[in-house]
């Protein structure tokens, strides 16, 4: 099945340390979505990019749609201790179906 | 937070035996979609509906069947549960096919 590359697979930082993660397919995408996984709950959508090249933020969160269709990545400025979790990028293929495919996610723990 | 509940939240069963999980959601969304986590492998689909009476497959399928006979309501069932089937499995809806997708808080089963 298709797959998304997602690394690095775990961040070990401290607090006020910028973060970088990336993801990286053979496939290209229509969109490219960001989530927050939280412990025992479900993932929130962070970013959500629609245009090749594009780049948006939200708040420390600064995300890029990549040129080719096939990459995006998600930085996370001055980290602090609740930004910690389990980031998962997504592909959208389809816009009739809505399929999505995730990464494999990034688990980031930040220390105080 | 989008209005989507799982039921239960937690099951232990064993092999063999027939589980019926359930997603609701208050928001009239069309689109509702049945996602398994594993370890290293991110969230995968299992099954999505489109509508009322309204399914497709996804990626991980095979063991899996799905209803949607309201809008509201989402059944996964496993016929037979199997130990590769332990899982968290979470629910997802979005307005469309190229909308948000918003996840329920998950369904934590464990197949003995």
Known sequence: GQQLNQSPQSMFIQEGEDVSMNCTSSSIFNTWLWYKQEPGEGPVLLIALYKAGELTSNGRLTAQFGITRKDSFLNISASIPSDVGIYFCAGLFSSNTGKLIFGQGTTLQVKP | ?112
């Open chain 2, 1 to 112: 937070d989008a209005g989507i509940t799982q039921s239960p939240r937690h099951k232990v069963t064993e092999t063999g035996t027939p589980v019926t999980l359930r997603c609701h959601q208050t928001e009239n969304h069309r689109y509702m979609y049945w996602y398994r986590q594993d370890p290293g492998h991110g969230l995968r689909l299992i099954h999505y509906s489109y509508g009322v009476k309204d399914t497709d497959k996804g990626e991980v399928s095979d063991g899996y069947s799905v209803s949607r006979s309201k809008t509201e309501d989402f059944l996964l069932t496993l016929e037979s549960a199997t130990s590769s089937q332990t899982s968290v499995y979470f629910c997802a809806i979005s307005r469309g096919g190229t909308d948000t997708q918003y996840f329920g808080p998950g369904t934590r089963l464990t197949v003995l």
